[in-house]
T-cell receptor, first 113, second 112 residues
Framework: NAGVTQTPKFQVLKTGQSMTLQCAQD?????MYWYRQDPGMGLRLIYY???????DKGEVPNGYNVSRLNKREFSLRLESAAPSQTSVYFC????????????FGDGTRLSIL | QKEVEQDPGPLSVPEGAIVSLNCTYS??????FMWYRQYSRKGPELLMY????GNKEDGRFTAQVDKSSKYISLFIRDSQPSDSATYLC????????????FGQGTTLQVKP
């Protein structure tokens, strides 16, 4: 049972390049979330998907798009990467109907030069 | 004022000490509270999940919620070097979407 799997684990981009971060969960959870973690800022919510077919903005959505591909997968896309998007990105999932807490993946470390 | 406040530390204790980690929150409507542990270069790992005021114990860990003073605590008994990590408190807030509001995290070092 892998839980929440994120790919890639590391990536270096140049300013202006595009990139899709992948996330998949095998716990049959209906809700999925994308966060970024920066020193001194803690974890901040970028986008979330409360259930398959829905997505909503979080605290810091600018510069990102998301796709809830199916119940298992939730991807985060940077269309034109900027140095300010250098961060560690975490995906999480949750069984909303059982009001359970979120479970996190191990993150994607993204550097934009 | 941040919705969840947590002293970032760092906190350094000798092995075997009792550790107390604390957070305060601003909104009395917040109901569900969590503690996550995050090792370096890893994702947050759920430690404790509580709803009501009072204590919840799991092995060496005890989570305490005091809704009257909007204060949550995590106690670690007989601390071990393997407990060295960043500890994050979080709450679902007053929304039913499950969005988490995190404290900044407290970095703990347990010295052998």
């Amino acid at each position: 049972n892998a839980g929440v799997t994120q790919t890639p684990k590391f990536q270096v981009l140049k300013t202006g390049q595009s990139m899709t971060l992948q996330c998949a969960q095998d716990m049959n959870h209906n809700s999925m979330y994308w966060y970024r973690q920066d020193p001194g800022m803690g974890l901040r919510l970028i986008y979330y998907s409360a259930s398959e077919g829905t997505t909503d903005k979080g605290e810091v959505p600018n510069g990102y798009n998301v796709s809830r591909l199916n119940k298992r997968e939730f991807s985060l896309r940077l269309e034109s990467a900027a140095p300010s998007q250098t961060s560690v990105y975490f995906c999480a999932s949750r069984d909303r109907q059982k009001n359970q807490p979120q479970h996190f993946g191990d993150g994607t470390r993204l550097s934009i030069l | 004022q941040k919705e969840v406040e947590q002293d970032p530390g760092p906190l350094s204790v000798p092995e075997g000490a009792i550790v107390s980690l604390n957070c305060t929150y601003s909104n009395s409507a917040f109901q569900y509270f969590m503690w996550y542990r995050q090792y370096s270069r890893k994702g947050p790992e759920l430690l404790m999940y509580t709803y009501s005021s009072g204590n919840k114990e799991d092995g060496r860990f005890t989570a305490q919620v005091d809704k009257s003073s909007k204060y949550i605590s995590l106690f670690i008994r007989d601390s071990q070097p393997s407990d060295s990590a960043t500890y994050l408190c979080a709450t679902h807030g007053s929304s039913n979407t499950g969005k988490l509001i995190f404290g900044q995290g407290t970095t703990l070092q347990v010295k052998p």
